[in-house]
């Protein structure tokens, strides 16, 4: 069982907008950045969203990031077939002295 | 270009010990943490552990569930960090990557390998 809490899964249509939610607590996203990575089928995970709600070059600004208290938000906007894939949250846990991250959801554009 | 490859990977009986490499290319390898991130088979990530660099001593974290068992190590005259896995179990069966923390996003992992899977069976 995940420290972070993620939906198993979302889904959308083409054009349309999601957001991906990540429950977590005061020792992890209450304390410290959340980041958002994604995990395209056979590839490795790529940096998505740092401190809450930045994005690394070359991620469009389709892809936000939000928190408030001890849940974040990942949203994506306009979405296209190719953004398919598993969708993670990670954080530092104060706690657990641990990087810790959320089980992971699984987006599905319809 | 900014790389890391991992290596080192196979199949190994429970109980035994297997050491993983991964190598770094494209950045100024001494400056920076490095961490291991694994995910089973159809699972989730799960943090392994991390090495700092030389001006936070190479001090090492690990998650609890390897703790005692693994030890990542650097060589920073060769651009490279190993994780040394022993007392192995079904368990640690993983596609391992090595991940570049970055401190000026907050340590996000900015660099990611391409992994080198791990299977413990008999």
């Known amino acids: 069982q995940s420290v972070l809490t993620q939906p198993p899964s979302v889904s959308a249509a083409p054009g349309q907008k999601v957001t991906i939610s990540c429950s977590g607590g005061?020792?992890?996203?209450?304390?410290?950045?959340v980041f958002w990575y994604q995990q395209l089928p056979g590839t490795a995970p790529k940096l998505l969203i740092y401190e809450n709600n930045k994005r690394p070059s070359g991620i469009p600004d389709r892809f936000s990031g939000s928190k408030s208290g001890t849940s974040a938000t990942l949203g994506i906007t306009g979405l296209q077939t190719g953004d398919e894939a598993d969708y993670y949250c990670e954080a530092w846990d104060s706690s657990l002295s641990a990087r810790v991250f959320g089980g992971g959801t699984k987006l599905t554009v319809l | 270009e900014v790389q890391l490859v991992e290596s080192g990977g196979g199949l190994v009986q429970p109980g035994g010990s297997l050491r993983l490499s991964c190598a770094a290319s494209g950045f100024t390898f001494s400056d920076h943490y490095i961490d291991w991130v694994r995910q089973a088979p159809g699972k989730g990530l799960e943090w392994v552990g991390r090495i700092r660099n030389r001006a936070n001593s190479y001090t090492t974290d690990y998650a609890a569930s390897v703790k005692g068992r693994f030890t990542v190590s650097r060589d920073d005259s060769k651009n490279s960090v190993y994780l040394q896995m022993n007392s192995l179990k079904t368990e640690d069966t993983a596609v391992y990557y090595c991940?570049?923390?970055?401190?000026?996003?907050?340590?996000?992992?900015?660099?990611w390998g391409q992994g080198t899977m791990v299977t413990v069976s008999s």
């Open positions: 005061s020792s992890n996203i209450g304390n410290d950045y």
């Open positions: 991940v570049r923390p970055t401190v000026t996003m907050s340590f996000a992992f900015d660099i």
